[in-house]
């Protein structure tokens, strides 16, 4: 039990480090772009970047993590993340846009990693507390993320006093968090396997053993593919993340530069990336017990419901 409760631990302070890598820079990503190229449509597709290379990064991870588990997999993930912050401080040193692209990319993989955190949590507990024990790995993506952004100011001083593009600064705190990730990620247990509540050993002992538990049959992208769609409740959960990233994303990715235009400081960015992010995160615990209290299919339906009044409110 000891050896589950702190790995869960290190789960969350990977989680919480890696939501603040990630926020840091997320206030200043569309801004660089544009300052690089002069367009204010580019700052939609350099954040379109760090999305793409989370989803381009996930698969792989995923697979890694059922064949080395998942210290292997979230060490890599974060650790190529750590090197996405590192290109993109070159690529703006360069004014390369290239550059800049792939290392967003990279620096998608923290997200990836992040949420995969989530579902290694899962595996540490008994199936009925699911929901809960997800919950809390996302709710330390709320300190981490709501923290990140108000370090958006100071790392542009810090960028303007190492004589860097201060837009660049608070990609330096990005680096720092998502190495940390890695660090701490890197001490995880190797039993923690996706599938396999009982991969985590009752002892550090047994955790050295040699011990392993059933390791579930892997499926490869297209088989996976073709048996969610096939599936009422694999197809629905798909749907309903989609969308939701959908309409999140399709306000937030411009809120900056919008903002910035209106001659907003970066100070005041950075709060309203923070409140975005706590209003995503805040409850997660409370909608962990609803989901375990209730089922999925009630949050989800909740989810749906907010969603509508939100989008009324806003045409209103």
Same mark, same amino acid.
């Given at each position: 039990?000891k050896?589950?409760?702190?790995?869960?631990?290190?789960?969350?302070t990977?989680?919480?480090?890696?939501?603040?890598?990630i926020?840091?820079?997320?206030?200043?990503?569309?801004?660089?772009?544009?300052e690089?190229?002069?367009?204010?449509?580019? $700052?939609?597709?350099?954040?379109?970047?760090?999305?793409?290379?989370?989803?381009?990064?996930?698969?792989?991870?995923a697979v890694l993590?059922?064949?080395?588990?998942?210290r292997?997999?979230?060490?890599?993930?974060?650790?190529?993340?750590?090197?996405?912050?590192?290109?993109?401080?070159l690529?703006?040193?360069?004014?390369?846009l *290239?550059?800049f692209?792939?290392g967003?990319?990279?620096? %998608?993989?923290?997200t $990836?990693?992040g949420?995969?955190?989530?579902y290694?949590?899962?595996?540490?507990?008994?199936?009925a507390?699911a929901g809960?024990?997800?919950?809390?790995?996302?709710?330390?993506?709320?300190?981490?993320?709501?923290?990140?952004?108000?370090?958006?100011?100071?790392g542009?001083?810090l960028?303007?006093?190492?004589g860097m593009?201060?837009l660049?600064?608070p990609?330096?705190i990005?680096?720092?968090?998502?190495?940390?990730?890695t660090?701490?990620?890197s001490?995880?247990?190797?039993?923690?396997? *996706?599938?396999?509540?009982?991969?985590?050993?009752?002892?550090?002992?047994?955790?050295?053993?040699?011990?392993?538990?059933?390791e579930?049959?892997?499926?490869?992208?297209?088989?996976?593919?073709?048996?969610?769609?096939a599936?009422?409740?694999p197809?629905? $959960?798909?749907?309903t993340?989609?969308? %939701?990233?959908?309409?999140?994303?399709?306000?937030?990715?411009?809120?900056?530069?919008?903002?910035?235009?209106?001659?907003?400081?970066?100070?005041?960015? %950075?709060i309203?990336?923070?409140v975005?992010?706590? %209003?995503?995160?805040?409850?997660?615990?409370?909608?962990?017990?609803?989901?375990?209290?209730?089922?999925?299919?009630?949050?989800?339906?909740?989810g749906?419901v907010?969603?509508?009044?939100?989008?009324?409110?806003?045409?209103?």
């Amino acid at each position: 039990m000891k050896t589950r409760t702190r790995a869960q631990a290190k789960l969350i302070t990977a989680q919480l480090l890696s939501g603040a890598g990630i926020a840091s820079g997320y206030a200043v990503g569309g801004l660089l772009a544009e300052e690089i190229t002069g367009k204010t449509s580019m $700052a939609g597709i350099a954040q379109m970047s760090v999305i793409l290379g989370a989803g381009l990064i996930a698969y792989p991870l995923a697979v890694l993590a059922g064949k080395a588990g998942r210290r292997t997999a979230l060490t890599l993930g974060f650790g190529i993340g750590t090197i996405g912050a590192t290109v993109v401080l070159l690529g703006v040193a360069l004014q390369f846009l *290239p550059l800049f692209m792939l290392g967003m990319m990279l620096c %998608g993989s923290a997200t $990836a990693s992040g949420l995969q955190a989530r579902y290694a949590a899962v595996d540490l507990v008994d199936p009925a507390n699911a929901g809960r024990a997800m919950s809390l790995v996302v709710w330390a993506t709320t300190v981490g993320s709501v923290l990140g952004p108000s370090f958006t100011a100071p790392g542009a001083h810090l960028g303007a006093a190492l004589g860097m593009n201060e837009l660049a600064g608070p990609y330096l705190i990005s680096m720092t968090a998502f190495g940390l990730a890695t660090l701490v990620a890197s001490t995880l247990t190797k039993k923690i396997k *996706p599938g396999a509540a009982e991969a985590v050993p009752e002892s550090t002992e047994s955790a050295e053993s040699g011990d392993s538990a059933v390791e579930p049959p892997t499926m490869k992208l297209g088989p996976a593919l073709r048996f969610a769609s096939a599936r009422p409740v694999p197809l629905f $959960a798909m749907i309903t993340i989609i969308a %939701g990233q959908m309409m999140m994303t399709n306000v937030m990715v411009m809120t900056p530069v919008h903002m910035d235009h209106q001659e907003f400081s970066l100070g005041a960015i %950075g709060i309203v990336v923070s409140v975005h992010i706590a %209003g995503m995160y805040a409850l997660s615990p409370v909608f962990g017990w609803v989901a375990d209290r209730f089922g999925p299919g009630t949050v989800i339906a909740s989810g749906v419901v907010v969603f509508a009044t939100a989008i009324t409110l806003g045409v209103i």
